[in-house]
T-cell receptor, first 117, second 114 residues
Framework: GAVVSQHPSRVICKSGTSVKIECRSL??????MFWYRQFPKKSLMLMAT?????????EQGVEKDKFLINHASLTLSTLTVTSAHPEDSSFYIC?????????????FGNGTRLTVT | AQSVTQPDIHITVSEGASLELRCNYS??????LFWYVQSPGQGLQLLLK??????LVQGIKGFEAEFKRSQSSFNLRKPSVHWSDAAEYFC????????????FGGGTRVLVKP
């Protein structure tokens, strides 16, 4: 149980275009999802906390107008990279926790490799 | 603010040998601590977690970790490494509740020699 699915697993796009990444909790409802970014050979950096039905909370230094997060339902959060540039190329990973499970660890998706050409 | 340090960027170990990965954390209260493993191009898999109680926790794939409050450490160990253990390992801490946002260490890449 507690499966988190990310789609797509890989995407290549041209500079200036927008890309949407989906994060779904398949067998549980997630009131909170987290979006992380991982640079090559680096650790995971938290970008934002996505709360169902409300605005996302962004970490310091993350451009909220560039990385749009929508958490419209208890099973889906989306991250849209707007006007993508080559420096946005990275590995993006989402994670989720189920409501009412304060001591349940986060479950991670398999990540999305974004390449901007 | 919480933080995690993994002092070793790379570790090379022979197959069958023991492995220990170091992790030091900083957090004002009792932390929720985790070890995750990541294979290339993949997401994260939870190996084990510590919330409270017994300071020696057992995880999947034969891994264990010991929480030492006095040393602010949560080192990961495996008695005998298999070639399939080659991966990136991340230590992480969550504050307040285990389902809160995680702060990750820089990761340790484990290479396994035949």
């Amino acid at each position: 149980g507690a499966v988190v699915s990310q789609h797509p697993s890989r995407v290549i796009c041209k500079s200036g275009t927008s890309v949407k990444i989906e994060c779904r909790s398949l067998d549980f409802q997630a009131t909170t999802m987290f979006w992380y970014r991982q640079f090559p050979k680096k650790s995971l950096m938290l970008m934002a906390t996505s709360n169902e039905g409300s605005k996302a909370t962004y970490e310091q230094g993350v451009e909220k107008d560039k990385f749009l997060i929508n958490h419209a339902s208890l099973t889906l959060s989306t991250l849209t990279v707007t006007s993508a540039h080559p420096e946005d190329s990275s590995f993006y990973i989402c994670s989720a926790r189920a409501p009412g499970q304060g001591n349940s660890p986060l479950h991670f998706g398999n990540g999305t490799r974004l390449t901007v050409t | 603010a919480q933080s995690v340090t993994q002092p070793d960027i790379h570790i090379t170990v022979s197959e069958g040998a023991s492995l220990e990965l170091r992790c030091n954390y900083s957090y004002g209260a009792t932390p929720y601590l985790f070890w995750y493993v990541q294979s290339p191009g993949q997401g994260l898999q939870l190996l084990l977690k510590y919330f409270s109680g017994d300071t020696l926790v057992q995880g999947i794939k034969g891994f264990e970790a010991e929480f030492k409050r006095s040393q602010s450490s949560f080192n990961l160990r495996k008695p005998s490494v298999h070639w399939s253990d080659a991966a990136e390992y991340f230590c992480a801490v969550a504050g307040g509740a285990a389902g809160n946002k995680l702060t990750f260490g820089g990761g340790t890449r484990v290479l396994v020699k035949p």
